[in-house]
C-alpha cells in the first residue's frame, strides 16, 4: 500500500509568527514532526504543504519533500484542513501520476508524536476494511454535560447536551452539576495524529467520513502548540522525559 504524511504548515501564524519553525530546544518546531515521520516504519513518502519560502527551505534541510507551494488562498486563517488535502492530492495525481491508499495527516503544531503510534493509527486503519478514518482523541479536561449555549431569544443560559443523551437528563434532574465521575465519558478530538483513506478526501470529501475509529495515545503527549504558554510546556515535558533532540 502506498501510504502518503502530509505535513500542513502554513505561515501566516498569529499567536506565534512563524510558529511551525519557532524554535523548541534548538531546533524549529517542524523537525519533531519530520522526525517521526522518518521513525515510522509504514509511510511510503511524507511531503510538506505550505505557502511560506521560509519553512519550505527548512523543511528541505531536514529532509521533507516540498513538491509545490501551496496557494495562498489555501492558506489563510479560517483555512479547513480539506481543501488543502485535496489540493495537495490532486496535484500530485494531475504532475506525477501518485495515488496513495492512506493519507496521514501530522501537524508540527504536535510536536510529541512518534513514529511507532503513526504506525499503530496506520495498521488500525488497514485492519478495520469499514472505517473511512482513524481520529485522535483525549478525555476532554471538562465534560460537555457541565457546558452551556446562550438562548438568543431570552439571555438565559441553556444546558448543551439534553437532545443529544436525553436518557441522563432523565437520570439525572441536573447532570451539570452532578460530579464527573457519574456521568458518561465524551471523547474530544486531538490534533495528534489523523489516518484518513484516499477516498474519504476525494470521493466523499471529508476529513473523517461517516466511520471514524478511535485512536489513544500516551497522555504525556497531548499538546498542541498555539501559544507561548504551550511551548514552554512542550519543553519541560521534553527535558523531563529526557527526550532526545
Same mark, same amino acid.
Given at each position: ?8 504548515? %502554513? ?6 509568527? #512563524? ?6 530546544r534548538?531546533?524549529? *518546531?517542524?523537525?519533531?514532526?519530520? %522526525? ?26 531536514y ?23 485535496? #489540493?495537495? *492530492? ?21 510536536p ?8 499503530? &493509527?496506520?495498521?488500525? *486503519?488497514?485492519? #478495520? ?6 481520529? &485522535? ?5 471538562q ?26 437528563f ?6 451539570f452539576?452532578?460530579? %464527573?465521575?457519574?456521568?458518561?465519558q ?18 466523499? #470529501? ?14 504525556? %503527549? ?6 507561548m504558554?504551550?511551548?514552554r ?13
Amino acid at each position: 500500500m502506498k501510504i502518503l504524511g502530509i505535513i500542513p504548515a %502554513r505561515g501566516g501564524s498569529k499567536s506565534i509568527p #512563524h510558529k511551525n519553525i519557532y524554535p523548541l530546544r534548538g531546533k524549529p *518546531l517542524l523537525y519533531y514532526t519530520i %522526525r517521526a515521520s522518518k521513525d515510522s516504519r509504514l509511510l511510503s513518502r511524507t511531503i510538506l504543504t505550505t505557502d511560506d519560502e521560509k519553512i519550505a527551505a527548512v523543511g528541505k534541510k531536514y529532509g521533507v519533500e516540498v513538491p509545490f507551494i501551496r496557494p495562498k488562498e489555501l492558506a489563510l486563517d479560517k483555512t479547513p484542513d480539506l481543501p488543502v488535502f485535496q #489540493h495537495a *492530492l490532486q496535484w500530485l495525481k494531475a504532475n506525477e501520476g501518485y495515488v496513495p491508499d492512506i493519507i496521514v495527516q501530522l501537524r508540527p503544531t504536535s510536536p510529541l508524536k512518534s513514529g511507532a503510534d503513526i504506525d499503530r &493509527a496506520v495498521k488500525l *486503519l488497514i485492519d #478495520h476494511k469499514k472505517a473511512d478514518s482513524v481520529r &485522535a482523541v483525549r478525555v476532554p479536561p471538562q465534560t460537555p454535560f457541565k457546558m452551556w449555549t446562550m438562548n438568543k431569544k431570552t439571555g438565559f443560559l441553556d444546558p448543551l447536551l439534553p437532545k443529544a443523551f436525553p436518557e441522563v437528563f432523565k437520570k439525572f434532574k441536573e447532570p451539570f452539576n452532578m460530579p %464527573r465521575q457519574v456521568l458518561p465519558q465524551t471523547l474530544e478530538y486531538s490534533a495528534y495524529i489523523d489516518v484518513l483513506r484516499y477516498n474519504t478526501i476525494m470521493k466523499k #470529501h471529508s476529513m473523517s467520513g461517516k466511520y471514524a475509529l478511535p485512536f489513544t495515545y500516551e497522555e504525556w %503527549r497531548d499538546i498542541d502548540i498555539d501559544s507561548m504558554r504551550e511551548l514552554r510546556y512542550a519543553e519541560l515535558v521534553m527535558k523531563e522525559r529526557k527526550l532526545k533532540i
